[in-house]
């Protein structure tokens, strides 16, 4: 079982910049890759971007490509999202989710692959 938290939601305004941490919990929390998704208001939720549990691998929503970028410290079972250029249509609430991998350096942007999920934390992006 993995708890996971996160934190470093808030308001800002487009062209800026917020980074979102997570924190895992549990005595294997190193052996899962984590990742965070979104969901708007009557959207969706939506995949945004993975790591895998050695931190070798990622993989980002083509949405977010070349501003986001993912990160992990395994020695803090902790990940974050360091968010550039934020856009008026990146503002939802960022959910942080845990998915047990066999794998090291396997990702996984499905929904079905994640099995612990945080309560969300909301970005809020003013145009």
């Known amino acids: 079982q993995v708890q996971v938290v996160e934190s470093g939601g808030g308001l800002v305004q487009a062209g800026g910049s917020l980074r979102l941490s997570c924190a895992a919990s549990?005595?294997?929390?190193?052996?899962?890759?984590l990742a965070w998704f979104r969901q708007a208001p009557g959207k969706e939720r939506e995949f945004v971007a993975a790591?895998?549990?050695?931190?070798?691998?990622?993989y980002y929503a083509d949405s977010v490509k070349g501003r986001f970028t993912i990160s992990r410290d395994n020695a803090k079972n902790t990940v974050y999202l360091q968010m550039n250029s934020l856009k008026p249509e990146d503002t939802a609430v960022y959910y942080c989710t845990a998915g047990y991998r066999n794998n090291a350096n396997y990702v996984g942007a499905a929904f079905a692959e994640y099995a612990y999920w945080g309560r969300g934390t909301q970005v809020t992006v003013s145009s």
């Open positions: 549990g005595r294997t929390s190193s052996s899962y890759a």
């Open positions: 790591i895998s549990r050695s931190g070798s691998s990622t």
